[in-house]
């Protein structure tokens, strides 16, 4: 739907969004993730140098978040309707901030159970953000007076009789998925580097020529550095490494795991 219309500001901003199909835009993200994806794994092995801070890495990371931010928002605009349940998001929150608990304190031990409360804990996460989003859509309905079911409706209203309410409503829901979505789902995303980096032996080359071969990767608290170990499980007779990654010139999986 492409309309424009004229006010003493000229034309928002926001209005630009209409020449912007959603479904094929989602549809040319969804294509390019995968192309992402699968030359990443076809790559899995390959000993062709990497950086140290991997730009396809960031790339996928990237992607994905747009992918997940739009779907969501997409489930939430066109198939769901506006719902005033307090109980709900105080539960879901609840629920959310339990699961966090629970898989932050298996960090250090490894449980059979964490990978099923993660996956718990990602839904509440997703639940608690369409939840609050249909209650804002709901404060809508009663502050304007509307007899709106569709919640893409309501907003495209609202958008109509004040701007402000809508970009406020978008700058909420920004913040609620990649600022405190982000920190929600920091056990989910340790999870998944301990399972898929953490496994694979690398080749680490200094900048003053020092190569360590065959190291596994470890956790490190502090982000300016990077954990080494000749072994996957440390213990005291085995080396511990812990380097600046100002100092490492790159990194490249172990090609003897082929």
Known sequence: MLWLRKNKDGVSFLQYFNLIPFSI?????????????????????????????????????????I??????????????????????????????????????????????????????????????????GMLLMGKLIVTYNLNMTDQFDILYFVYGQDQAVVYSLLLIMVTLYFVIGKLLMRPLYSWYAANYYQASRMNIKLTGGEVLTGVYMLRDTDRRFVAASDSLNPGPDDKLYRISREKIEYMERDGSER
Not at 46 to 54: D, E, I, K, R, T
Not at 80 to 92: C, F, W
């Open 67 to 132: 992918l997940i931010f739009a779907g969501i928002n997409g489930l939430l605009l066109y198939v769901l309707h506006p719902l005033r349940n307090p109980l709900l998001i105080s539960l879901a929150a609840a629920g959310l901030l339990v699961t966090y608990c629970l898989t932050s304190g298996m960090r250090k031990q490894s449980s059979p159970y964490r990978p099923w409360i993660l996956l718990i804990h990602v839904l509440l996460g997703i639940s608690f953000y369409l939840l609050f």
């Open 25 to 65: 835009t989602l549809t040319w993200f969804s294509l390019l993730l995968l192309i992402v994806w699968t030359v990443d794994f076809l790559q899995g092995g390959s000993p062709v140098q990497l950086p140290a801070g991997s730009l396809r890495e960031r790339t996928k990371s990237i992607l994905a978040d």
